[in-house]
Each structure stands twice: as structure tokens, then as C-alpha cells.
């Protein structure tokens, strides 16, 4: 079974901090997604990465950045936290063919 | 702007009823529709899948319909049950599902005893 690992299930951090969400799957994916889910604007793309030190901005990359320097785990860096930021942060990979497997989440708040 | 859009944005059936959800898009080279159901705490999870080469695919109670002209598709939840009370999100890509998803806002479905 594949399994999706997001290193924080609940954070608190504070304005203009730096803060990093680790993702980790066990299943040799290529592929490593990152949204961001509030209510009522579903989920949406960050980033993503189809291969180790690649990476594509998504819909709404402003504000992040990421890194994979491994295969399994993929980072999500805010470089200063701003409280538009407070959000649930979705981390998910596959392969091709294969459905989008997600983490649980990391509830994000930023102060 | 939302590539796929979703409504309604929240439901109640009975248990037994059966609830519809609906979604459209535009981009017409998407050529994946999945739908992922979310329980609270939880990350989503892929429910069922359509390609739009079939205008219906059933997996127990959940089934697709696809209308490929009117770039619809939707999802219905066949004898609805209070343990399907969850949010679903309807999604769209090009290629297959290793590509990234676009989602639908979601629908908050209630299913009362």
C-alpha cells in the first residue's frame, strides 16, 4: 500500500519566518505534487516535480518554493511566512498510470 | 481561473437517496476525470476514474456519467449511506494520472440517517 508521509500533522509559525513541510512516500514515485485546499476554493497546485532536482510551478507558486533532492521526499519552503499563507497543505505522488496518492495533510497557521 | 468547476458546494440526501454532483470544464484535451472523496483529518482518496472514449463507468454504488460534447461529467452515489458523508472533488488532467490534477472547489455531502 502506498504510503504518503507529511512530516507535520499540525504548525504554528510565525510572520516572516522561513517554514519547511516535508513530504516523504515509500513507493519510488517519479512524480511529487504539493496544494494547498481551503474551503471553498478546493485544492489547488503549488508545485511539482517529476524527477529529482526538477521541478514546475503550478497555479499558485508565488510566495513558495520546493526541492527533491531524493527520490521519496519532496519540500515545501515558505521563504517568509505571511498569514494568506495559513492554509491545509496537501502533499501527493504517483507514478504513470497510477492514481494520485495523497499525505494527510499539514494544517498550517501562520501568526 | 478554475479549469473545472464543481457544483453544488453542499449536499443533503437521506440515506437511501441518491445524491448527483456535477462538474464541467472547457479545456478539451483533457482526457482524465477522476474523483476523490475526502473524509475530515484525512488527505483525499481516488474513488473512481473516467477517460472520455466511455459515457459511463459503475464501481459498486459510485458511477460516472460522461457527456463528452457538452464537456460534462458527473458523479452519482447509488442507496447513499450515512458512511459516505464526505467531500468530493471532481478533477481533470491531460495525459494520465501521473499528470498534475486540476479541481474542481469540492461538494460537502451530508447523508442523513
Not at chain 1, 500533522?9 to 511529487?32: A, I, P, S
Not at chain 2, 459503475?58 to 452519482?76: C, D, M, P, V, Y
Not at chain 2, 478533477?91 to 461538494?107: C, D, E, M, P
Request: glycine share 8%; charged share 20%; proline share 5%.
Amino acid at each position: 500500500d502506498v504510503k504518503v508521509t507529511q512530516s507535520s500533522r499540525y504548525l504554528v509559525k510565525r510572520t516572516g519566518e522561513k517554514v519547511f513541510l516535508e513530504c516523504v512516500q515509500d513507493m519510488d514515485h517519479e512524480n511529487m505534487f504539493w496544494y494547498r485546499q481551503d474551503p471553498g476554493l478546493g485544492l489547488r497546485l503549488i508545485y511539482f516535480s517529476y524527477d529529482v532536482k526538477m521541478k514546475e510551478k503550478g497555479d499558485i507558486p508565488e510566495g513558495y518554493s520546493v526541492s527533491r533532492e531524493k527520490k521519496e521526499r519532496f519540500s515545501l519552503i515558505l521563504e517568509s511566512a505571511s498569514t494568506n499563507q495559513t492554509s491545509m497543505y496537501l502533499c501527493a505522488s504517483t507514478t504513470s498510470n497510477q492514481p494520485q496518492h495523497f499525505g494527510d495533510g499539514t494544517r498550517l497557521s501562520i501568526l | 481561473q478554475q479549469q473545472v468547476k464543481q457544483s453544488p458546494q453542499s449536499l443533503i440526501v437521506q440515506k437511501g437517496g441518491i445524491p448527483i454532483i456535477n462538474c464541467a470544464y472547457e479545456n478539451t484535451a483533457f482526457d482524465y476525470f477522476p474523483w476523490y472523496q475526502q473524509f475530515p483529518g484525512k488527505g483525499p482518496a481516488l474513488l473512481i476514474a473516467i477517460r472520455p472514449d466511455v459515457s459511463e463507468k459503475k464501481e459498486g454504488r459510485f458511477t460516472i456519467s460522461f457527456n463528452k460534447s457538452a464537456k460534462q461529467f458527473s458523479l452519482h452515489i447509488m442507496d447513499s449511506q450515512p458512511g459516505d458523508s464526505a467531500t468530493y472533488f471532481c478533477a481533470a488532467s491531460i495525459g494520465n494520472s501521473g499528470y498534475a490534477l486540476n479541481f474542481g472547489k469540492g461538494t460537502s455531502l451530508l447523508v442523513t440517517p
